[in-house]
Structure formats: structure tokens, C-alpha cells
């Protein structure tokens, strides 16, 4: 009898449990007498957003033609080996974030208002008030399926408290994800921290206390090599190079959280290096270790359910290795300046080659007959168009994946002006199985996913 794997199995070793990436051998059975229950599912959809702050330079954003023949614009060059995996939307908005009445604050207001739909309440005080974001709406439906409901992640550590944006809470102005109204969830920015979350086994603590002692100096994979030896040998061909691989992607995962490219050893023996500490100096080496640990969390299905904020809305964040040693915030405001809209446009593209390097990832990553990027949903924007103006509408907006096979991606799709971003969400949620009848300024589905 050929070997049957659970896609719940993990690699065990002290206070370590490394989740496994899909293989052959958590294919459905083909028997005719197999029991339902005999099958492992297909790879789950997932679902992932990712945040950018203070708008985007528009004219090299937008396609100019819509449908299939679509070209892309410079801020989305580095896109083009997965220009068949994108679905680029233009014409939606997010009402919530306009002022009414309630004057400035649009950078609260776009950040508190991605993923909810809402107005949020002007405050800087405690009572503040938002809306249920897309995310944690999932989490209620399906969030208990996985080991983690959700990670929340990101670059710049969010805050609770203080004046950030014209008297809105600095609570608006760094959280995407809302569990409720009034409590948003923190993201958590040091990989290393991800990074232990995703391989410690949290079964006892007296494993635990081992692993935090021993984890220091030590790699995750030495815990678990017996495991790991004793599951190769029942593997067939392509799952134990499947397994090689990924074990391998840890330990390279590893290295680069240490910062050391020379750390001896085999592939399997890793011991006695340092751990890592703190978060890198460098954006680039800090959000591609975060996106693939991104790519782990989702190949393991150790979540579903991503959020991921760059930076802060609102951050002025200098990128001297682009030669734009102004902060993003104040060149935002480029009063169509145009050295600082060309300065904007380099922050822009710069961010997409990072997200071109997390969709190669995900692509890379085979499930089957699909790759993981396939069995995704990953929406890349802003809550912000042009930065200048403060528009709400129009926005930049770009899904990644076929949601299992059910979007058509590769095509450039214009919605009627203002269409509500919520409508993506509501569609989106129906893919994942976690449906809602309305969030925040919905007004139904969207339309034009399918093709």
C-alpha cells in the first residue's frame, strides 16, 4: 500500500513542529471504495493583502487598455513574468476614507477604511471605533481550519494611542486588521519572531523552555532530523525532492535571519550557529525574509488568512538607495512637481519588484498540478490613488492568484467609478467559504472575476 500522509502531518523534534508543504502523498485517494474520510482535501484557498502607503503615482500605475491586451505601466514592469497571474482593477473606491465632514485625516481614514469598509470615528483618544476588517471576518468563519486563524505582519510596529493624522489615533493610521470595532490587531514586524512562531511547538512547557534554550544556537531542522529521516524513506521521487527543498528554504530562511551566509554543515546538520535578533536595518533584506516566511506560513497551511502593511500610512521613510533621500510622506505631497512625482514613481516601482519577489515565490511553490499562487488571493494597494489629492477613488488595485481556479486572471478590468472595494471582498470571502451578507459600504458582489 502506497504511503497515505494527513496534511496535518508534521515533522516533530523538542518544543519543534515543522508543518509540511502539499505533497503527493496528501493526494485524494482514486479507490472507489475509499471512505470520504480516507481523503485529504485539495490545497485550501487562501487569501492574502498587502498595503502600501501614501498612494501611488497613477499615470504609470493604470493600464491604458482593459481586457487581455492589456500593457503594463512602469510602476508595474518587474510584474511581467506573472502578468498572467494578474487581475489589474481600476474604478474602485472606499468611501469610508473621505472626510465627511470630519475635515483632515485621510491617511487614518484610508488605512482604517482598507479592509473595513468604515468611517472611522475621529479620535486620538481611547474610544475608537472602526469596523470589522475582511480578514478577521474570515477568521470567524473558517479561521479555526489552521493552525494560526491568521497572521498579521509587517514592516513598521503599529500603535495604540497618540495623535498620528490630523486627530485620528495612531491605532488608524497602522492597522489594517480589525477583529472588532474597537480592537484593531497589532502586526507583528521582527521575522525572527514569525519565524518562531511558524516551527515551535507550544505542546508543554518544558518543551518550550528547552527550545527557547537550546533554539539560541542551534537550527529548528536539528530538532527534527530524526523525524525528518524517517519520513524520506517512505517518500516516493518527487515528494522526497519536494521535502529536500523545502526543508532547504528553511535553513536559507535561517541563515539570513542570522545574517550569515557561512554557517558549515550539511543541509541537515545546522547546528551551533547564533540566533538571530532584532529587526533587519536594510527594508529590502526585512520584507523579502517577511514574505517568505508569507510563502511558509500559506505553503503549510499554517494559515490562510495574511495581512501586511509595508509601512505605516502616513511614514516618511527616506529610500537613499533610490536616490530619494526626502521622506515618502513629504514628496507625496508633490504639488505636481515633477522631480518629486518621478521620485514618488521610483518609491512606487520599488515597492512592486518586492511584491513581484513574494508572487515568484508563491508561483514557485507547486501544489500538485497548480502552484500556491494559483490557490491564492493576494491583493496588493492602497487606500490612497494619488497621494496629492487625497483621492479615495480610482484606487490601485491588483489580485494575484485563481483562487483555486475560480478568477481569470491576466486582464485589466475597469469597474463603474467608485465601485466599492468592499464588493471584492464580499466575492472574495464566497471563494474561501467564509461568506457575508454586507461589509462596510458594500453594496453586492463583484462582477468580472470569472472572465
Known amino acids: 500500500m502506497s504511503l497515505r500522509l494527513s496534511r496535518r502531518t508534521v515533522l516533530r523534534g523538542l518544543g519543534t513542529a515543522i508543518a509540511l508543504p502539499y505533497l503527493e502523498a496528501m493526494a485524494p485517494l482514486t479507490s472507489p471504495i475509499a471512505r470520504a474520510d480516507d481523503a485529504p482535501a485539495q490545497p485550501p484557498k487562501r487569501m492574502a493583502f498587502l498595503y502600501v502607503a501614501n ?20 510602476t508595474m514592469e518587474s510584474l511581467a513574468p506573472y502578468k498572467d497571474d494578474l487581475l ?3 474604478g474602485l473606491g472606499l468611501d469610508g476614507a473621505y472626510a465627511h465632514g470630519d475635515g483632515g485625516g485621510d491617511h487614518a481614514r484610508s488605512v482604517a477604511a482598507y479592509l473595513t469598509g468604515a468611517h472611522p470615528k475621529k479620535t486620538d483618544g481611547a474610544n475608537i471605533k472602526n469596523g470589522v476588517s475582511v480578514d478577521q471576518v474570515a477568521v470567524e468563519k473558517i479561521g479555526k481550519k489552521t493552525r494560526f486563524a491568521s497572521l498579521e505582519l509587517g514592516c513598521e510596529a503599529s500603535a495604540t494611542a497618540g495623535n498620528c493624522d490630523s486627530g485620528y489615533s495612531c491605532a488608524y493610521t497602522s492597522n489594517i486588521s480589525w ?15 514569525v519565524f518562531d512562531r511558524l516551527f515551535g511547538s507550544g505542546d508543554d512547557e518544558a518543551g518550550k523552555s528547552a527550545f527557547k534554550q537550546k533554539i539560541r544556537r542551534q537550527s529548528v531542522l536539528d530538532f527534527a532530523l530524526q523525524d525528518a529521516k524517517n519520513l524520506e524513506q517512505r517518500l516516493g521521487t518527487t515528494d522526497k525532492r519536494k521535502l529536500d527543498e523545502y526543508l532547504y528554504s528553511i535553513r536559507e530562511i535561517e541563515r539570513r535571519l542570522v545574517g550569515s551566509d557561512k554557517l558549515g554543515g550539511s543541509d541537515k546538520d545546522l547546528s551551533n550557529f547564533p540566533r538571530p535578533s532584532g529587526v533587519p ?6 520584507l523579502r525574509l517577511m514574505f517568505d516566511l508569507m510563502t511558509l506560513s500559506l505553503q503549510t497551511d499554517s494559515t490562510r488568512i495574511l495581512t501586511f502593511m509595508y ?18 510622506h513629504d514628496i507625496s505631497h508633490h504639488g505636481r512637481n515633477k522631480e518629486k512625482q518621478e521620485k514618488i514613481a521610483k518609491i512606487n ?43 479615495h477613488h480610482d484606487l490601485p488595485i491588483v489580485l ?43 453594496t453586492g458582489r463583484l462582477e468580472k472575476l470569472e472572465g
Not at 536595518?281 to 526585512?286: C, K, L, R, T
Not at 538607495?321 to 521622506?327: C, D, N, R, S
Open 400 to 442: 494575484a492568484g485563481r483562487g483555486g481556479g475560480t478568477i481569470q486572471p491576466g486582464r485589466h478590468v475597469r469597474y463603474e467609478r467608485k465601485t466599492p472595494l468592499t464588493n471584492l471582498y464580499l466575492s472574495m470571502l464566497d471563494r474561501m467559504g467564509a461568506s457575508a451578507d454586507k461589509l462596510g459600504d458594500s
Open 281 to 286: 536595518a536594510d527594508f529590502v533584506v526585512h
Open 311 to 328: 509601512t505605516n500610512d502616513s511614514s516618511n521613510r527616506s529610500y537613499p538607495a533610490l536616490g530619494v533621500k526626502e521622506g515618502h
Open 349 to 391: 516601482k520599488h515597492h512592486v519588484e518586492q511584491f513581484a519577489y513574494f508572487l515568484g515565490k508563491l508561483k514557485a511553490a507547486k501544489e500538485g498540478e497548480r502552484s500556491l499562487l494559483d490557490n491564492c488571493m493576494v491583493m496588493y494597494g492602497s487606500g490612497i490613488a494619488d497621494g496629492d489629492a487625497h483621492a
Open 88 to 90: 489589474v482593477m481600476s
Open 55 to 74: 498612494g501611488m503615482h497613477m499615470p504609470d500605475w493604470t493600464p491604458e487598455k482593459e481586457g487581455t491586451d492589456f500593457e503594463l505601466r512602469p
Open 179 to 193: 477583529r472588532t470595532p474597537e480592537t484593531p490587531v497589532a502586526k507583528e514586524v521582527n521575522p525572527r519572531a
